[in-house]
């Protein structure tokens, strides 16, 4: 069974195919992704490779954590899951109003203001 290990402290420079040249060394790749900002496209500084098997995932951590990788040492251990991200983010469910939502319900309470106000000049003319 594939094992997906996490991997820290990239250079920038590192490419997902630095990392499945570097990791087949201990065994088969199933994948190697660098995470990336979405707006920018430059890297994270971290990424994430499967192994083919759990031994293989046990070797390459002890053959890449700490090591060296683009002059930067490397930090390599068993990828943790995802926490569960349904709820909005905060305890209780919900999550906070975007600040721009907020901003236009105030401009859409003005704009009722402005506009009873006109119709009401327009009734008294």
Avoid: H, W
Avoid at 44 to 53: I, L, Q
Avoid at 73 to 79: D, F, I, N, W
């Amino acid at each position: 069974m594939a094992k997906n290990l996490y991997v820290g402290n990239l250079a920038s420079e590192v490419t997902q195919e630095d990392l499945k040249e570097n990791f087949k060394e201990v065994g088969e790749v199933v994948s190697a992704v660098v995470i990336k900002d979405k707006f920018s496209g430059e890297s994270k500084g971290f990424g994430f490779v499967e192994m083919g098997t759990e031994k293989e995932a046990q070797d390459a951590i002890q053959k890449f954590n700490g090591g060296e990788l683009c002059g930067k040492k490397l930090m390599v251990s068993e990828a943790r899951p995802r926490p569960d991200q349904r709820s909005g983010g905060r305890p209780g469910g919900g999550g906070r109003r975007p600040a721009a939502e907020a901003a236009g319900r105030v401009a859409a309470d003005q704009a009722v203001v402005v506009l009873a106000a006109a119709a009401d000049i327009n009734l008294q003319l």
